[in-house]
């Protein structure tokens, strides 16, 4: 038996010894101040003995009662052929018991005359047959009410984690993604390089081999700091730098934001998008700006270029964008967004909101 079994065992029986116990104290105290009203003083050791005796037989038969009601939980009629029998013969083993420990403690009665057994049977067993009768009952509802609600509550957790498992499977999937496209549009700038220019395409595989270390010590990480996420990005955009030479200049400001955490890998396809469908194509290059600002209890992430700017047709989402957008749906509900639009001086601006946490919190 573990440990945790163990201590849920141990702390399952010291509240159903400590509900016991306050039930017949409870009792005892309202039997005397009961007598002392009425003017049949009871002494508190009678008192005590009755009902210390009488609860705590129904502690030691708790957990037959909640083997009952298991048992009898499929199907009312199994329900009454089992629990009907049971609770007279509980009731009338847990009375003769109790009665009979009862006039083993005490003997005399109040009044100093000798109580007999018979005349204890006579004066107390069908009074106390019939409570005992309820108790069962009432011990019955209680413990399948019990029982009933920690099935839902397990229910409920066992849904939340399916729930949380297929979400995580999904948004894994959606990370993957976007793996091989990257590794394909990489190794062919490495492929076009390798006859122009030799020692680059070795750099960018070295380059590469970096990139995807990082990515791989990272790999179930869904979220990361963005102080973390933006060297996955250096490492990127070194990568990019041997393919556009000093015909790239990139601008990156986070501000004080470099503990909030972001989901990972977010910004390489937006950063991959820019160099891709706005600079690559102008023979003269271009500048690309990644921001990073709280704002509110929002976290904004902005990748800017000044590249040729969306087609005129509209854009079309690819691969990357439309995976970004739904990692944050996924991940952040109708509490993120995606804004993809044109600059006023040229090129295209994709700005990602969302809830802004810090790590730790």
């Not at 920690?150 to 849904?159: A, G, V």
């Not at 891709?276 to 003269?284: F, M, Q």
């Not at 700017?309 to 509490?335: H, I, Y």
Request: some cysteine.
């Amino acid at each position: 038996m573990n440990e945790s079994v163990r201590m849920h065992k141990f702390k399952t029986f010291g509240l159903a010894y400590g509900f016991w116990t306050m039930l017949a104290l409870s009792y005892a105290a309202s039997s005397v101040l009961g007598g002392i009203s009425e003017g049949h003083p009871v002494s508190w050791y009678r008192a005590l003995s009755w009902n210390f005796i009488d609860f705590y037989l129904w502690m030691v038969l708790t957990p037959l009662v909640s083997w009952l009601g298991r048992a009898g939980a499929q199907g009312w009629r199994r329900f009454w052929m089992l629990h009907v029998p049971s609770s007279i013969a509980l009731a009338v083993l847990q009375s003769t018991v109790m009665l009979l420990l009862f006039f083993w403690c005490c003997g005399p009665n109040p009044k100093g005359n000798v109580l007999t057994l018979g005349d204890l049977l006579r004066n107390e067993a069908v009074y106390k047959f019939h409570l005992a009768l309820l108790t069962y009952w009432m011990m019955l509802v209680v413990l399948r009410g019990f029982a009933s609600w920690r099935s839902l509550r397990d229910e409920r957790y066992r849904s939340a984690q399916l729930e949380m498992q297929l979400a995580q499977s999904q948004l894994q999937a959606l990370r993957m993604q976007l793996q091989p496209h990257f590794l394909f549009n990489t190794l062919n700038a490495i492929s076009a390089l390798t006859v122009a220019d030799p020692p680059q395409a070795k750099l960018m595989i070295a380059r590469l081999s970096d990139f995807l270390r990082l990515t791989l010590e990272e790999r179930h990480a869904q979220q990361v700091p963005l102080s973390r996420e933006m060297q996955f990005l250096e490492s990127y955009l070194g990568i990019q730098q041997v393919r556009f030479q000093d015909r790239l200049v990139t601008h990156v400001d986070v501000g004080d934001t470099g503990k909030a955490m972001v989901p990972s890998l977010i910004l390489q396809p937006l950063v991959e998008n820019a160099l891709r469908h706005g600079l690559l194509a102008k023979n003269d290059g271009g500048a690309l700006l990644i921001l990073a600002r709280r704002d509110g209890d929002d976290l904004l992430l902005c990748v800017e270029d000044d590249g040729l700017g969306l087609p005129a047709s509209g854009a079309v989402e690819g691969v990357g964008l439309s995976n970004t957008r739904a990692r944050l749906q996924a991940m952040f509900g109708d509490k993120a967004n995606i804004d993809l639009s044109p600059r006023d001086d040229g090129g295209t601006r994709v700005a990602l909101r969302f809830p802004f946490v810090e790590v730790g919190a």
